[in-house]
């Protein structure tokens, strides 16, 4: 495997630009190029003043062998093979990282190296006379690139997130978006190329695979049924294919309120002394004595909405003797119905009234108003009770029975 690998550097070192460097041919003039770039790249190199040869150097990442890797091989046409050059490798790395043979120009590399922590080295090289250590040429700089292998998975850096949303949103509205970070190479390979997908939070919720964007997938999602959705999503490397590196963060997303309250008729509840009877009425009961604005009951409908769009307010429907007899209004918070006496009562004169009450939500959001009505009615009877009247005074009993006298005689 080892032999193999480096056999691999070596074709590696092998792909780049690698003409041979010699001075131009005398007596020609260089006209226009005509035809694409890489029939123009296949051309040698010409350059007068250097005579190396050499490519783009590459290692990959985190080798380990068990000996330094051949990745390359410096040469100048100087060297005609009599052994009197010597190769010198000055830079980063040089000596430490990167040793050179100094007859056959061969680099190798002796550790492991990782392209995150540095991604390139900068080296220079130069052709020394053995003899007398003179250069025989200026000194050329050249790269070796540190190739990216996939050994990084993503990984969210602003996880875990939340949001909010308002309940009843469209099907596709945007709610966040998550950002996973791979710290392999982009520009190689698939190994940072991600792809977004839904663990858990499937049906309510999907994420675009490309964006990370995530946006409702389920219509009329219901605060008052389920406020808070956990939702994991994942971030695969490789595209998202098979053997790529995962990541996953969690999203915790909150429906936000607004008015959805549609009153059910099963959903008042009454206080003070009355009750709810089988027959859908509720029952109060008030002494025919009890002066104007005396408390006769309390209603409220439940509303499971929050804030203001939970506040309600209350009327008498039908007009008759129940509006004329008694009135309601909303209490300071907003929640109950008051119904209080309106004018005085008589028992003799009537023992029971009938009428509905109306609750309705006070803010609605205009756009939702088609998924109204927002309100609900209930049947009130309130019972007049019977109080025990004074006597009659003794001056107008006698006056009475006196004009009864006289009017028989003696």
């Not at 709610?175 to 663990?199: C, E, F, R």
């Not at 990370?212 to 695969?236: C, H, S, W, Y």
């Not at 009475?400 to 006298?405: D, E, G, I, V």
């Amino acid at each position: 495997m080892a032999s193999f690998l480096q056999l691999l550097l070596a074709w590696l070192g092998g792909c780049g630009c690698a003409g041979r460097l010699v001075p131009p041919i005398q007596g020609t003039k260089a006209g226009p190029f005509r035809g694409n770039m890489s029939q123009r790249w296949e051309r040698p190199l010409l350059r007068s003043r250097r005579s190396w040869v050499w490519n783009q150097f590459f290692v990959i990442e985190e080798y380990a062998g068990p000996e330094p890797v051949l990745i390359g091989r410096l040469h100048t046409d100087v060297d005609r093979g009599e052994g009197r050059i010597k190769y010198v490798l000055t830079g980063e790395g040089a000596g430490t990282v990167f040793v050179i043979d100094e007859k056959t120009g061969n680099i190798h590399v002796t550790k492991t190296l990782d392209r995150e922590e540095k991604s390139q080295y900068t080296l220079l090289a130069q052709a020394m006379d053995r003899a007398s250590n003179r250069p025989l040429e200026p000194p050329s700089e050249f790269i070796i690139k540190v190739q990216d292998i996939n050994d990084n998975p993503p990984v969210f850096l602003h996880g875990p997130y939340h949001a909010t949303v308002p309940e009843m949103s469209n099907v596709g509205t945007s709610v966040i978006q998550v950002t996973a970070h791979d710290a392999d190479d982009p520009s190689y390979g698939n190994s940072a190329k991600l792809v977004y997908t839904v663990l858990e939070g499937l049906p309510f919720f999907s994420v675009d695979p490309q964006t990370g964007v995530i946006r409702t997938a389920t219509p009329n999602m219901d605060r008052e049924t389920q406020q808070e959705f956990l939702v994991v999503v994942q971030a695969k490397d490789m595209g998202g294919h098979a053997g790529g590196l995962s990541g996953s963060t969690t999203v915790t997303v909150t429906l936000s309120d607004w008015s959805t309250c549609c009153f059910r008729r099963s959903a008042f509840t009454v206080f003070l002394a009355s009750h709810y009877e089988l027959t859908g009425s509720y029952q109060f009961t008030v002494v025919e004595t009890a002066p104007p604005g005396s408390v006769v009951g309390r209603l409220r409908a439940h509303d499971p909405d929050e804030g203001e769009n939970a506040l309600l307010a209350y009327s008498i429907l039908d007009g008759g003797d129940g509006a004329e007899a008694f009135a309601i209004h909303t209490d300071s918070l907003g929640q109950d119905g008051i119904i209080t006496v309106k004018k005085p009562l008589d028992f003799e004169s009537r023992r029971s009234y009938t009428f509905r009450v109306e609750a309705t939500n006070t803010i609605i959001d205009p756009q939702y108003i088609r998924k109204g009505p927002f309100k609900d009615v209930a049947t009130v009877r309130v019972t007049v009770e019977d109080a025990d009247e004074p006597p009659l005074s003794p001056a107008r009993s006698i006056a009475w029975l006196s004009t009864r006298t006289a009017l028989r005689g003696p």
